[in-house]
């Protein structure tokens, strides 16, 4: 399975995927995905604990954050019409809470939970079909990722910090995190309420005005392929709202970045066990980045948004061979770096990516798909026979659901 997602092939399913590797039918890799006694959840606990421990260098940061698969049927489990920032607004769709595990060395997607919106969790005929398991209750995003970071500490993954975007900043994750012993970096919306040192009462737009002239920072918060970017940054000092029973109170402030032509600001919670400085909480905050760069190449090279499944069971078993795969690369590009940065290596060159090390994958390890005569035609025949099959199916059923009961 994950030498067929790495293949190049145009679409990857059970479909394209057994004809590349040489099967007669799907059915065998369908099979896998539905009905096959493994356990999908040991799977990538096995491979995130492998990423953790070649990416660990003392400063790692766990991301929490979400995607989207748009689908064409609300049969999918979880598929809903819900909001989404990457369809980039409502639409029918499923949405997964992923988290991320990120350190000077690289990043990969170490956890996933499928979110069952609320209309669905209610819905007794959506569950029957789609196979939600009768513990699987609606849950929050937040709380998804709560669950997510507790899977992880159960690895012995460790972090000194958490990071995550505005939809994970409430109170209830940020002090779950406290409690996890972790700091955070979250990103909260303009109105979002905070109590300054004084005592008074303000969102973060205001509080971003009492920031005297002379405390903004302009300073660099990484390189793109345009260059350079430097943004002005503050910090200001904020009362916890978060403090859990018997935890010492901390340090906690409000950290605000505004671009520097046109003004616009955003803003950042951070809480931290101990003092920390400015470039400390921007290179947290940068690092949530990662994420995104993470759903964009696992779904990209692995596959990850391509898996034609309806049923609970099914997504989760996809989603974990395609985070074997996307993990693999990702630890193979860190090494990479690794190795080349301590030679003689041309300096002319771009550290190598994920995309460029599956190139080189196809062409030297992965075999190619199979691509024999017979092999085809045999397979040309299957499809149509299957489609054939499908056609009568849908015209019994159409036939039965429009006869007078």
Not at 121 to 130: F, G, I, P, S
Not at 254 to 265: D, F, I, N, P
Not at 286 to 298: G, M, N, P, T
Not at 314 to 330: D, K, M, N, P, V
Request: hydrophobic fraction near 40%; charge should be positive; glycine fraction near 10%.
């Amino acid at each position: 399975m994950v030498r067929g997602l790495l293949m190049e092939l145009e679409d990857h399913n059970c479909w394209t995927i057994a004809e590349a590797v040489g099967h007669c039918g799907p059915h065998r890799l369908q099979h896998f995905l539905s009905r096959a006694v493994w356990d999908d959840q040991r799977v990538a606990d096995i491979a995130s604990a492998w990423a953790v421990s070649h990416l660990d260098d003392g400063d790692g940061v766990l991301i929490v954050d979400e995607t989207a698969d748009e689908k064409s049927s609300g049969s999918a489990a979880g598929a809903a019409r819900q909001y989404s920032g990457t369809v980039g607004g409502v639409a029918l769709c499923q949405v997964a809470v992923t988290l991320t595990y990120a350190t000077g060395r690289g990043h990969a997607l170490i956890g996933r939970a499928l979110y069952l919106p609320e209309g669905c969790a209610a819905d007794e005929e959506h569950r029957e079909l789609a196979g939600v398991p009768e513990e699987v209750m609606f849950a929050t995003k937040p709380q998804l990722a709560g669950t997510l970071l507790d899977r992880a500490q159960s690895l012995g993954i460790r972090a000194a910090f958490v990071a995550g975007d505005e939809v994970y900043g409430g109170r209830e994750l940020r002090r779950g995190i406290r409690q996890r012993g972790m700091g955070y970096v979250m990103a909260v919306r303009a109105n979002h309420a905070l109590t300054t040192g004084s005592g008074r009462t303000v969102t973060a737009a205001a509080a971003a005005r009492m920031i005297p002239h002379h405390a903004w920072h302009r300073m660099r918060t990484g390189s793109g392929t345009k260059g350079t970017r430097h943004y002005d940054w503050a910090m200001l000092e904020v009362t916890s709202d978060d403090t859990p029973g018997g935890h010492a109170g901390g340090h906690s402030v409000l950290l605000a970045r505004r671009h520097r032509y046109t003004g616009t600001l955003s803003f950042y919670r951070c809480w931290t066990p101990r003092a920390v400085s400015l470039s400390r909480l921007i290179a947290i905050a940068v690092a949530r980045w990662r994420v995104e760069e993470d759903h964009q190449l696992a779904k990209q090279v692995a596959g990850l948004d391509a898996g034609q499944v309806i049923r609970w069971r099914s997504w989760h078993r996809w989603t974990a061979i395609c985070l074997l795969a996307y993990i693999y690369l990702a630890v193979a590009v860190a090494v990479q770096r690794q190795q080349e940065a301590g030679s003689d290596l041309d300096a002319g060159l771009i550290p190598v990516t994920v995309p460029e090390l599956l190139r080189l994958l196809r062409d030297i390890v992965i075999p190619p798909p199979r691509r024999d005569r017979a092999h085809r035609l045999r397979w040309s025949a299957w499809r149509r026979r299957h489609q054939h099959r499908a056609r009568q199916a849908h015209r019994c059923w159409n036939a039965y659901a429009e006869a007078t009961p």
